[in-house]
């Protein structure tokens, strides 16, 4: 097991529904007749011509242009532009993203491995298979939509900043940007986990030297006896004195860390002094960050808008029912995770600890979520009017069955955000897990139109800090994800229907 093992077996999927997806469905299909028709133009050297009706930067189609190039070396190099042109069909495109669904297995497969250097390969392996198959995630790589690239190119950039390869990850986020602009939210939040964990290294180097200071012993006795060399000047130990440091540290700060937590503003003070005391290996690392967002705003200002095209149909709204969204779809995503005894025995008695604290951040999320839900509820008219989303059989079916039904769901909503919180807490600081909401509600308030596709990157990052392991869950999980995709795939290319009042067949799509 390992990362060639992951991509093998993502690709044993990826490849034969592509060809039967291709098959029955060639030609382009809902926001397919926007993207495909733009990269063909780009495939014949047009890269001055642009669909308004695009709201996305065109980085995709620069990844495609990449990939047909290595599909068929012989036609770029000998210049035939128009046998590049030809190549450059719906199904090579999609293609596209069936590369980066196994690039990204292969990320998510290396930052779990990073994240948990201890958990054995095959259970990390599975997992990434497991997140593989996530539904959002899975429907798009055999579509060319921006989705896939968008995820493998955040990811990536978060790879990249968890090495500490800081300007390799600022530039991941610079072409992450060029692919979707909201990325640029993700870009800020894995800068500030670089921030967190850069302090947090330094904060460690200095509690080891403060830790060996206060015990009280010298050096030489933290010094295993069989380490002191024949040549050393240093005086020899009896065996019986001899200590190991790394456990002698690792023993003493565990017990520092359990006597002495942190709360939010701790962390964020200790960031402040070691940001300042070291400022200038902390502006070489991260400014590239910085260039990277000052460059976006100042697009943003030269066109007016975030999107580049339909600039009224996505127009930035307060649509704060879009974060409780996105924490009920998640959760239910990974509801072994969630919804089961032990976890809600777990948060009951988080909540018994501090009962009066506990009882003010239900009363006050509960009333944030009422008040959202009943002034901050947009349904767009792309929403209402198109049912071949399924988010538009839930809107009609479930929140608007009775009018008491949007708050009825308000209590389902912060027990979700409040489990996805207690979870990522546990593995992460408190300035962390506030960054990851900040940069999730950055990402979805503004977002007018309830599509499931915008949670699949904060999901993501979810899943890869929940340290989930068990294998029942796991199993669980990926056969719920199974009949999921095959519903939805069975649904999309074995049931069309039409409409009365537009020719063409229509299909049922997330």
């Not at 890269?47 to 990844?63: A, C, E, H, K, Q």
């Not at 949007?406 to 600081?429: A, C, D």
């Amino acid at each position: 097991m390992g990362r060639k093992a992951v991509a093998t077996i993502v690709s044993l999927w990826v490849i034969p529904i592509s060809i039967l997806v291709n098959q029955i469905v060639s030609d382009p299909y809902m926001d397919e007749i926007f993207h495909i028709p733009q990269a063909q133009k780009y495939c014949k050297g047009n890269f001055f011509s642009w669909d308004p009706m695009i709201t996305t930067p065109p980085g995709l189609y620069f990844v495609s242009l990449a990939h047909v190039a290595c599909l068929f070396p012989g036609m770029f190099l000998v210049q035939f532009v128009s046998l590049f042109s030809e190549a450059c069909s719906t199904a090579i495109l999609r293609s596209t993203n069936g590369v980066l669904a196994v690039l990204c297995s292969i990320v998510v497969y290396e930052i779990i491995t990073h994240l948990r250097p201890t958990l054995d390969e095959r259970k990390a392996s599975f997992l990434a298979v497991i997140l593989a198959l996530y539904p959002l995630h899975w429907f798009f790589t055999f579509l060319y939509y921006t989705d896939v690239a968008s995820l493998t190119a955040v990811l990536a950039m978060y790879l990249a900043c968890l090495k500490k390869k800081y300007h390799f990850s600022a530039l991941l986020g610079a072409f992450a940007v060029f692919i979707r602009q909201t990325n640029v939210i993700w870009m800020v939040f894995v800068a500030c986990s670089g921030i967190i964990d850069f302090t947090l290294n330094n904060q460690t180097k200095n509690l080891k030297v403060d830790v060996l200071i206060e015990s009280g012993k010298e050096i030489g006795d933290l010094i295993p006896y069989n380490s002191v060399t024949t040549g050393s000047n240093m005086r020899r130990r009896k065996p019986s004195r001899a200590v190991d440091p790394s456990k002698y540290l690792k023993t003493t700060m565990n017990s520092s860390s359990r006597t002495d937590s942190t709360g939010l503003l701790d962390e964020i003070q200790e960031i402040c002094l070691i940001s300042c005391r070291m400022k200038w290996r902390f502006f070489l690392s991260f400014s590239p960050f910085f260039i990277v967002l000052v460059a976006f705003a100042a697009f943003v200002k030269w066109n007016g808008s975030v999107v580049l095209g339909a600039k009224e149909a996505h127009a930035v709204s307060l649509h704060f029912a879009q974060v409780m969204y996105f924490s009920l779809i998640s959760t239910m995503a990974a509801a072994p995770l969630h919804f089961s005894l032990s976890r809600g025995a777990d948060m009951f008695q988080s909540f018994w600890k501090s009962r009066v604290l506990s009882f003010c951040q239900w009363v006050v999320a509960l009333s944030a979520g009422f008040i959202s839900a009943h002034f901050f509820s947009i349904a767009h008219p792309y929403l209402l009017a198109d049912n071949r989303h399924y988010p538009f059989y839930l809107w009609r079916k479930v929140i608007k069955a009775h009018w008491l039904m949007k708050y009825l769901l308000v209590p389902f909503y912060i027990y979700s955000w409040f489990s996805i919180l207690s979870i990522l807490g546990k593995s992460r600081q408190k300035m962390w897990v506030l960054a990851f909401f900040l940069a999730t509600a950055a990402v979805l308030v503004p977002a007018p139109l309830v599509e499931f596709r915008y949670y699949t990157i904060p999901f993501y990052f979810l899943m890869l800090h929940s340290n989930i392991s068990d294998n029942q869950s796991l199993i669980l999980m990926g056969l719920t994800y199974f009949v999921i995709n095959s519903f939805t795939m069975m649904m999309f290319l074995f049931r069309p229907f039409y409409w009365s009042h537009e020719t063409g067949v229509q299909r049922f799509i997330w």
